[in-house]
């Protein structure tokens, strides 16, 4: 089966790893991308086939007359909410980036406009195509660490432009109203997601956000930390943008009464397993996982070639909006 997939946003820079694994598949026709940034669209044109535009609404209006049946949406996380809505109300099934939204209400709009529409809204999380991410998560969820009673994430690295990120890219995560919030929205997404698949709602959250004053352009936060409280655990998630080296970069670890795993990041990182009978932690081997797994564009098409397909948690719409619903308590604690 043969999909028509268009992008919308292309100012995200995960977008060009997603569309040369979506290409890479075999199973997806690349229809054509629009944004507002002509460096951009000619990026696109010299590495895809498609048509390109520089206004969302009239490609939008087009894709139903192309045969396109989904959509890629790598924008700033505010446009992202608006483009997914309106994908959606054309029956197109949304692939979006990482966190879904820049706020809580935004979320809401994309998860009912999906829902009233019948059309799939995976949340793509670069973090849920790590194998040992995920056994970690299903020996949590299947009692071998025993009552489960601390997870902690942490996302750091020195700093977006730092990190050589594009102009586009810097420009609308540095600005509060396009991203959410600075560090805060970036990063500490990622442990609330997991925090949320792994001990659902907490009871509370409270946080600090902090502007170390080592970017002078930033007025930004460059670090923030989320504490979430639960009836008998808590949660962690802290973000950096100052971090120089990658000692404890993208590293989870979850704590159980029976053990404790550490999980090392990418995709070939190790999950180490701690017990009474092996307190420095053992490393486990990671069964075999289905090939949907692989990478977000594998995941999502077999989601829309059957109704029946069940997203993974970490990607399901529902826990990127609970998501979306601790890093806004976050956001309320720290004003």
């Keep these: 089966m043969s999909h028509r997939i268009a992008v919308l946003g292309l100012h995200h820079d995960h977008v060009w790893s997603n569309l040369e694994e979506?290409?890479?598949?075999?199973?997806?026709?690349?229809?054509?991308?629009?944004?507002?940034?002509?460096?951009?669209?000619?990026?696109?044109?010299?590495?895809?086939?498609?048509?390109?535009?520089?206004?969302?609404?009239?490609?939008?209006?087009?894709?139903?007359?192309?045969?396109?049946?989904?959509?890629?949406?790598?924008?700033?996380?505010?446009?992202?909410?608006?483009?997914?809505?309106?994908?959606?109300?054309?029956?197109?099934?949304?692939?979006?980036?990482?966190?879904?939204?820049?706020s809580l209400a935004g979320?809401?709009?994309?998860?009912?406009?999906?829902?009233?529409?019948?059309?799939?809204?995976?949340?793509?999380?670069?973090?849920?195509?790590?194998?040992?991410l995920r056994h970690g998560i299903c020996m949590a969820q299947g009692g071998e660490l025993g009552q489960v009673w601390q997870v902690r994430y942490r996302a750091a690295h020195e700093g977006p432009v730092e990190l050589g990120c594009s102009r586009q890219f810097c420009e609308w995560l540095y600005d509060a109203e396009l991203n959410g919030a600075g560090a805060l929205m970036d990063y500490c997404c990622y442990g609330a997601v997991l925090a949320d698949v792994v001990l659902g709602r907490p009871e509370s959250v409270s946080g600090l956000r902090l502007r170390t004053g080592l970017k002078q352009d930033l007025e930004l936060e460059d670090n923030a930390v989320l504490l979430l409280k639960y009836p008998h655990a808590l949660a962690t998630t802290e973000a950096s943008w100052t971090q120089i080296g990658h000692l404890t970069s993208y590293s989870t670890t979850i704590y159980g009464s029976l053990g404790t795993v550490h999980i090392e990041p990418g995709p070939d990182g190790r999950i180490l397993h701690a017990t009474a009978a092996h307190p420095e932690g053992r490393a486990l081997e990671v069964p075999p996982q289905p090939g949907h797994l692989e990478n977000a564009s594998l995941h999502f098409l077999s989601a829309i070639e059957d109704p029946a397909f069940v997203i993974h948690p970490l990607c399901d719409a529902d826990h990127g909006r609970n998501a979306q619903w601790i890093l806004e308590k976050g956001l309320e604690a720290t004003r």
């Design 107 to 132: 979320a809401e709009r994309m998860l009912v406009a999906a829902r009233e529409a019948g059309v799939r809204l995976m949340v793509n999380w670069p973090f849920a195509w790590w194998p040992q």
């Design 22 to 102: 979506l290409a890479a598949t075999g199973r997806a026709e690349l229809v054509g991308a629009a944004d507002a940034d002509p460096e951009l669209l000619a990026k696109y044109r010299e590495r895809f086939p498609g048509e390109t535009f520089g206004n969302y609404d009239e490609f939008l209006d087009l894709l139903g007359e192309r045969g396109c049946d989904a959509v890629y949406v790598f924008a700033s996380n505010r446009l992202g909410e608006d483009l997914v809505v309106a994908a959606c109300e054309r029956g197109l099934h949304c692939l979006v980036e990482k966190p879904m939204a820049a």
